[in-house]
């Protein structure tokens, strides 16, 4: 089970004039999924909501509201490769959170 990343333009759906893609995250994917399930909680915390199994979507306010847990959840990894994803989801909320009308999506396994 793995959850990788995707940043768009707009909010992100199939046919004509889907949003582009702005860049992806796909080598923490189990990481990642791991360091959420270990050290979130689903009623505290935006992270603890991402689904591990589906579609999770973030609006820019929701990523910067989320971008604020992640010093928190960073301090809690055990593991390089936790610390490589959280950074990796860290990175990818700042630039959703600075981009009026763009969207993270995470794509859960």
């Not at 270990?38 to 909501?49: E, F, I, K, S, V």
Request: charge should be negative.
């Amino acid at each position: 089970m793995g959850i990788e990343l995707a940043l768009y333009t707009g909010r992100p759906h199939r046919g004509r004039g889907a949003p582009a893609l702005l860049r992806g995250s796909y080598h923490h994917g189990e990481a990642l999924a791991a360091a959420l399930a270990a050290h979130t909680h689903p009623t505290d915390q935006r992270l603890g909501r991402v689904d591990p199994y589906g579609d999770t979507l973030f609006n820019e306010q929701d990523a910067g509201a989320a971008l604020a847990e992640t010093t928190a959840l960073l301090a809690r990894c055990t593991t390089e490769d936790h610390r490589a994803a959280v950074l990796d989801l860290a990175e990818l909320l700042a630039a959703c959170a600075r981009t009026p009308g763009s969207w993270l999506c995470f794509v859960g396994d």
